[in-house]
């Protein structure tokens, strides 16, 4: 079964100090890695999609990276503007027939104080 | 471009009851995904539709049900409500073919409260 673990769970800084998020998975085969950001009663927005080990995407202020077992997000000089959940998840290949459901972690609530 | 609609936003419903949620996604994307997201268990995946068959199920009880429709459009229903359905419930959509792995795009959801 996939399985998507993120850390920390939350997140505290103040503007300007950069900082990582981690996304550890476990899959039979990555068909694909994705970066969601969430804010308070609304859906998940798309950010990235990361496809193989090596794989880098930034945009603004964030930059995601990707391993053969995680991936991070890496905010440099955040802003409050960027306090929301920040969800990863991973997409499995699968033999026989397709499979195209998303696996989520629990996401890291990051807040950027002023 | 228009988003991911989704309606109601907001349902109160009484255990027991049924209740169904639209879904209308992305102008020309045909896969339409279901999520159910609580606090303790985070984005768990209901289902998938694409062209009006359902490619794949999550581990939810047959209470939890789905179509699609010709548009794309598509509907979830769940009966006999009970307090674990309160939830919020997310819709999302994607250019997904056999194949081919897209980005999926979320609606903002339903918040579905069973008292």
């Known amino acids: 079964e996939d399985q998507v673990t993120q850390s920390p769970e939350a997140l505290r800084l103040q503007e300007g100090e950069s900082s990582s998020l981690n996304c550890s998975y476990t899959?039979?085969?990555?068909?694909?890695l994705f970066w969601y950001r969430q804010d308070p009663g609304k859906g998940p927005e798309f950010l990235f999609t990361l496809y193989s080990a090596g794989e880098e995407k930034e945009k603004e202020r964030l930059k995601a990276t990707l391993t053969k077992k995680e991936s991070f997000l890496h905010i440099t000089a955040p802003k409050p503007e960027d306090s929301a959940t920040y969800l990863c998840?991973?997409?499995?290949?699968?033999?026989?027939?397709?499979?195209?459901?998303?696996?989520f972690g629990k996401g890291t609530l990051l807040t950027v104080n002023p | 471009k228009a988003g991911v609609t989704q309606t109601p936003r907001y349902l109160i419903k009484t255990r027991g009851q049924q209740v169904t949620l639209s879904c209308s996604p992305i102008s020309g994307h045909r896969s339409v995904s279901w999520y159910q997201q609580t606090p303790g268990q985070g984005l768990q995946f209901l289902f998938e539709?694409?062209?009006?068959?359902?490619?794949n199920k999550g581990n939810f009880p047959g209470r939890f049900s789905g179509r699609q429709f010709s548009n794309s459009r598509s509907e979830m229903n769940v009966s006999t409500l009970e307090l674990g359905d309160s939830a919020l419930y997310l819709c999302a959509s994607s250019l997904t073919s056999s194949g081919s792995t897209y980005e999926q795009y979320f609606g903002p959801g339903t918040r579905l409260t069973v008292t």
């Open positions: 998840a991973v997409q499995a290949w699968r033999s026989g027939g397709s499979n195209y459901k998303l696996t």
């Open positions: 899959v039979s085969g990555l068909r694909g």
């Open positions: 539709y694409f062209s009006e068959t359902q490619r």
